[in-house]
């Protein structure tokens, strides 16, 4: 790894949403060299090189961020799936408390952690030490989920060391668990959405302050181009792939038909967007100053 994580790069970014504010935190990144097949299993080099060209990006090279959301309303602080943390396998993730203490929040002030899934870039920081980073939270999640990863249903190699961490560090904290079903109302103005595939129990998030409209979508896309090229594009980090691609399709409509901004954990900073529908189908404008004037 070079040791480029030492630029100086954007950080933290804040806007309001109605009475909400946003804030988005760069957890770190990774950079990889399997553009293909990373972000697409069933397309094949040359479509995905073609992709990375039409964005003037340096296939097959990637870079992967980790951007989580906070959400300060009224009267409550939701972290929706705070970073690495200490878990962090390399220097270049793992920034989430160290840039938390920057944005002028403590992790005590947090009163609700919101888990999206029980992927090890969603979970590892819910403790530092084997003591709860957020010890003032309430954790949600789907039920699902939990009880996908703490029991014992079938998973490929790979996600072994998923399970393992999900056991670790979110099961001894079930008792400050909230289990959630698609649809629920997590606070004032924050819904759950069904966005079951990427995991078993994976879910996005629309959030509502007089009458502004945002939505998380999580994982449901993974690569700001190649996610929304094609629909039918498989993610290689997708847990069922043919429930994936139905619940992209059904969120990418519904975000591009509500010319409302969108984040996904893994968009690059400051991933915020809007979806365009465009005549072959869909493309991500990253927002510039309009969430700030
Ligand atoms: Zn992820």
Request: hydrophobic residues 40%.
């Amino acid at each position: 790894m070079s040791n480029s994580y030492r630029n100086v790069r954007p950080e933290i970014y804040q806007f309001n949403l109605g009475k909400f504010r946003i804030t988005n935190i760069l957890d770190g990144y990774f950079h990889r060299e399997d553009m293909h097949p990373f972000t697409a299993t069933n397309a094949s080099a040359p479509e995905i090189e073609k992709i990375a060209k039409q964005h003037f990006l340096p296939f097959p090279k990637l870079e992967h961020n980790f951007v989580p959301t906070l959400i300060e309303t009224s009267n409550a602080l939701i972290a929706f799936d705070p970073g690495f943390g200490k878990r962090a396998p390399g220097p270049s993730a793992g920034w989430y408390n160290r840039l938390l203490e920057k944005t002028g929040y403590s992790p005590e002030q947090v009163t609700h952690v919101v888990i999206s899934h029980g992927h090890p870039d969603h979970i590892a920081n819910l403790t530092t030490d084997g003591t709860p980073t957020f010890k003032n939270a309430e954790i949600i999640i789907s039920r699902t989920e939990f009880e996908f990863w703490s029991g014992d249903s079938p998973i490929p190699d790979f996600r072994g060391p998923t399970r393992k961490m999900f056991q670790e560090v979110v099961v001894p904290l079930a008792d400050r668990c909230r289990f959630v079903e698609p649809d629920a109302l997590l606070v004032n103005g924050i819904t759950a959405l069904n966005a079951f595939g990427h995991s078993a129990g994976h879910m996005a998030f629309h959030v509502e302050s007089e009458g502004a409209e945002l939505m998380l979508l999580s994982d449901t896309i993974a690569h700001f181009a190649v996610s929304l090229a094609n629909l039918e594009w498989q993610f290689s980090m997708d847990d069922n792939p043919e429930m994936a691609i139905t619940t992209r399709k059904r969120l990418v409509e519904m975000a591009a038909s509500k010319n409302a901004p969108v984040i996904a954990f893994h968009m690059p900073f400051p991933s915020v967007g809007y979806i365009e529908k465009t005549s072959s189908g869909f493309k991500w404008l990253p927002a510039t100053y309009q969430m700030n004037i």
